[in-house]
């Protein structure tokens, strides 16, 4: 990766974070079949509460990285999913922690889908206890990528919980979520948009283009490092500006806060936050699927470079769209990907990709060592620190 043998990536501190970025594809191939087999098991989970209770709220909820997996994906279910008698909401655990009646409703039938990478997060398992305490008829789907985690253990033998495990390989070693965080985004959405699962064609080329995807970034990214920058603004719309939240943390963290880094959404960009944007600014646009939203896109890509600011533009988007971003400094694009299946679920996949590697290129060429970016402890791996107070 970038050029470094597997020896320089152990030297810097780098072997983790870069393998598990690269593993990707497989990985996702191998949540496609888990999913798969365990499809009847999850129809017949959901189907049981349905059926008693008619309407489910559906509360997809984590902390960090795993909270942006459901801000992600709430947009693309309210216009994807099948599942009419589910809605879908996205509250991240440590907002149901601090406050467990502003977000859980006695009376309300729920289905809460826990995201963990470790299962091990104190706020992971006290938002599931405290669902138990609060609401009168809560079920819980805990996707984990750590099948001995306490989530996990939770789970196991109780018909009230749903667990499904990701490969063993997403539990990351190194202290970003990668791996752990696009498996869990697509098997979400693969429980809850089973369709997919009937046609092995949107699996085989999301992988396929992945792969082309990577090496088109991997040979980009030493020239958009080279622009005059020190702070970095990813904007998207709708699902794609919940994934902005992730690329600014993906640069954030791997970079230990040497890098300023903000995400919001492409229209709302105007609406103060732009006066973040410098001459030393990079913006990252990610370029919506939606044919409408891309309007609103293209409108504030052509806005920011036509400004006489000397700030930078990226814009990732599909190799067809690329004339109309034709104005921006520099564009990633995708290519092989069918209009059939190309969609903001698969975009965001391939998105955070270009995020992660940009995170690891800068964070290696300032000498941060990325597989433990913080090793004076500031921040951890599985957060630490946290005292779980008794509610009542």
């Known amino acids: ?3 470094l043998s597997e020896r320089e990536l152990e030297e810097k501190k780098a072997i983790f974070t870069s393998t598990e970025i690269l593993q990707q594809p497989k990985l996702w191939d191998e949540v496609y079949h888990t999913l798969q087999t365990m499809i009847r098991d999850v129809e017949a989970f959901l189907s049981r509460l349905t059926e008693k209770y008619g309407t489910l709220r559906v509360i997809f909820t984590g902390a960090g990285t795993s909270a942006y997996v459901g801000d992600t994906l709430v947009p693309i279910l309210r216009k994807q999913s099948t599942r009419s008698e589910l809605t879908y909401e996205a509250i991240a655990t ?10 859980l409703v006695k009376s309300q039938p ?13 706020e992971s398992l006290a938002a599931v206890e405290l669902a138990e305490q609060v609401v ?27 667990l499904v495990n990701m490969p063993a390989a997403s539990h990351d070693k190194g202290f970003a979520m990668t791996s752990s965080f696009t498996c ?17 064609s949107l699996n085989q080329e999301l992988t396929e283009t992945a792969q082309v995807f990577m090496q088109k970034c991997e040979a980009k990214l030493p020239d958009i490092e080279a622009y005059d920058f020190n702070r970095l603004i990813f904007l998207g719309s709708s699902a794609l500006s919940g994934l902005t939240h992730e690329a600014a943390l993906k640069c954030l963290e791997l970079n230990a806060g040497e890098l300023d880094t903000y995400f919001e959404s492409s229209m709302g960009f105007r609406h103060g936050p732009k006066s973040l944007q410098s001459e030393n600014t990079l913006l990252v646009l990610f370029g919506s699927s939606e044919a409408y939203t891309k309007a609103y896109d293209t409108d504030m890509a052509r806005e920011i470079a036509e400004e006489p600011l000397a700030s930078k533009l990226v814009v990732l988007c599909s190799e067809q769209e690329a004339p109309a971003y034709a104005f921006a400094d520099s564009l990633v694009t995708i290519n092989g990907l069918s209009s059939k299946n190309d969609n903001d679920l698969v975009r965001a996949l391939l998105y955070v990709l270009f995020a992660q590697m940009f995170a690891l290129h800068r964070s290696l060429s300032i000498g941060i060592t990325p597989d433990n970016p913080s090793p004076s402890g500031k921040v951890n791996r599985v957060v630490q620190g946290v005292h779980i107070h008794p509610f009542k």
Request: proline share 6%; hydrophobic share 45%; charged share 15%.
């Open 184 to 200: 869990m985004l697509y098997s979400a959405y693969l429980i809850f948009v089973p369709e997919v699962l009937k046609n092995d």
């Open 94 to 103: 440590t907002d149901i922690v601090a406050d467990p009646l502003s977000y």
């Open 136 to 162: 009168d008829n809560c079920f819980f789907i805990s996707i984990t990528c750590n099948a001995n985690g306490a989530i996990a253990k939770k789970a196991e033998g109780n018909p009230s919980h749903l």
């Open 110 to 122: 729920t289905v809460l889908v826990s995201f963990a990478r470790s299962g091990n997060s104190p």
């Open 1 to 3: 990766m970038f050029a």
